[in-house]
């Protein structure tokens, strides 16, 4: 398959798979709407009721959610080691390859990200070990740039879920005084139980969506470098200072 090829299917596979992940909550929503037989607590009721007393803020953060998710499933396909540093590839070079076995995986049609590495010191096989090294860390700190370019979305939105549920707290707040306000319900709880109700829904969704986003981030992020990382030390053992073979 030509290059050109690839990068239309790529190019494709990426909104199908947010379309998928979509699909797939509001089916689970869907399959969670059905009333509960205790009618009491914050969460009672069906999950549309609940959507609906959480207010318009609400909809905004379950739509980031279905995005983190989509994300999340997409950086998980980006940076599987089999695209990075395939387990056979790290075992031959720990063991120690020839320049012969390192031309042979740089001819390959593999774009592994080791390869890339690989192939960016070898190309300066005849040059001094300061210039093969630079040219090996040129490749990692692209490679991390751009595996990491894919992790931010997730990091954006796990900054800006607990923020929108400050947002519907704040409306939520503003909607109970302005009850007092005009009705004068202090001494009445059920006059303020739908702004308050707003004001704790929005807060709790907004961390729900938030923790697990920013988990995934910093688990995203930790792994790119580690193998990465990995993949430097090994190109530069193999290249700066080959095995004798």
Not at 7 to 25: F, H, N, S
Not at 174 to 195: K, M, N, R, T, Y
Request: proline share 3%; aromatic share 6%; hydrophobic share 45%.
């Amino acid at each position: 398959m030509s290059r050109s090829r690839r990068t239309r299917r790529a190019g494709l596979q990426q909104p199908i798979l947010y379309l998928v992940v979509a699909a797939l909550c509001t089916i689970a929503y869907v399959a969670f709407a059905g009333e509960t037989d205790d009618a009491s607590g914050m969460l009672s009721g069906s999950a549309w009721d609940t959507l609906q007393r959480g207010g318009s803020v609400m909809y905004v953060i379950l739509l980031a959610s279905a995005v983190g998710l989509g994300f999340i499933f997409e950086v998980s396909y980006v940076t599987r080691r089999s695209v990075i540093l395939p387990a056979e590839t790290e075992k031959r070079l720990v063991d120690g390859m020839s320049s012969e076995e390192i031309k042979q995986i740089v001819d390959s049609d593999e774009t592994s990200r080791v390869n890339l590495i690989l192939a960016a010191g070898y190309r300066w096989r005849r040059e001094s070990h300061d210039q093969i090294a630079t040219a090996i860390e040129e490749i990692v700190d692209e490679s991390i740039w751009q595996l990491k370019r894919s992790t931010r979305p997730i990091g954006i939105i796990a900054n800006t879920a607990p923020l929108l549920g400050l947002l519907g707290t704040v409306a939520g707040i503003i909607e109970a005084f302005s009850v007092v306000a005009e009705q004068g319900a202090l001494g009445d709880p059920g006059a303020l139980a739908g702004g308050i109700s707003k004001a704790l829904l929005t807060t709790c969704f907004g961390l729900i969506v938030a923790i697990p986003m920013l988990l995934s981030y910093h688990y995203f992020t930790g792994r790119i470098d580690n193998l990465i990382r990995r993949c430097e030390i090994l190109a530069k053992q193999n290249l700066i200072i080959p095995p004798d073979h």
